[in-house]
């Protein structure tokens, strides 16, 4: 079962740029979409967006001026940076592999496996 | 984006008991909807994708039903290692949306 550790600085200044890596421990980094999200304390869910291997990108679009997805297949590595960050992207931070499971109907997207997040604190 | 309204929020429950979380999503997003189980310091786990399928590994006690609009994840028999918090995820369209989650906790 492919594995991922995310890893980075916990704690960033407030107007600075986030950088978290996430490592993947099989070479399946390929062939698969790798997704990011986030959980402010207390709250819910959010998707900030997903990385092709191939190095594609989309994200929410609440985040999308200030967010940037990168891939290193050769390391096995996903990268996400986020700019100019506030006390509003304090958060856990999770990468994660999205699967498509097709049917007659069409292709449902899903993330089947998960890291066990890491914790963000934007203070000065 | 596509609104999805979880509910309850919270609810207490013994072992044993039958337990429904519910889901409703603000426009019809067929069958594409995933359900997720949370705990502290533990990686996220999928327990269900595409409404009902039951991902591979996860106990038979949950199981997912529902399309359109409205889903239904059901926990059979609550187990202590269920207590945690779900939550459902659509990816119909972009961005992906999940509800607010519902935390179940021991009576």
């Known amino acids: 079962q492919v594995q991922l550790q995310e890893s980075g600085p916990g704690l960033v200044k407030p107007s600075e740029t986030l950088s978290l890596t996430c490592t993947v421990s099989?070479?399946?980094?390929?062939?698969?979409?790798w997704s990011w999200i986030r959980q402010p304390p207390g709250k819910g869910l959010e998707w900030i967006g997903y990385i092709y291997y191939g190095g594609s990108t989309t994200y929410n679009p609440s985040l999308n001026s200030r967010v940037a997805m990168s891939i290193d297949t050769s390391k096995n590595q996903l990268s996400l940076k986020l700019s100019s960050v506030t006390a509003a992207d304090t958060a856990v931070y999770y990468c994660?592999?999205?699967?498509?499971?097709?049917?007659?109907?069409?292709?449902?997207?899903?993330?089947?496996?998960w890291g066990k997040g890491t914790t963000v604190t934007v203070s000065s | 984006a596509i609104q999805m309204t979880q509910s309850p929020s919270s609810l207490s429950a013994s072992v044993g008991d039958r337990v429904t979380i519910t889901c409703r999503a603000s426009q019809g997003i067929s069958r594409a909807l995933a359900w997720y189980q949370l705990k502290p310091g533990i990686a996220p786990k999928l327990l269900i994708y595409a409404a009902s399928n039951l991902q591979s590994g996860v106990p038979s006690r949950f199981s997912g039903s529902g399309s359109g609009t409205d889903f239904t994840l059901t926990i059979s028999s609550l187990q202590p290692e269920d207590f945690a918090t779900y939550y459902c995820q659509e990816d119909y369209n972009s961005p992906p949306t999940f509800g607010g989650g519902t935390k179940v906790e021991i009576k």
């Open positions: 994660a592999r999205r699967l498509e499971y097709y049917t007659s109907s069409g292709y449902y997207y899903y993330l089947d496996v």
């Open positions: 099989d070479d399946s980094i390929k062939n698969y979409y």
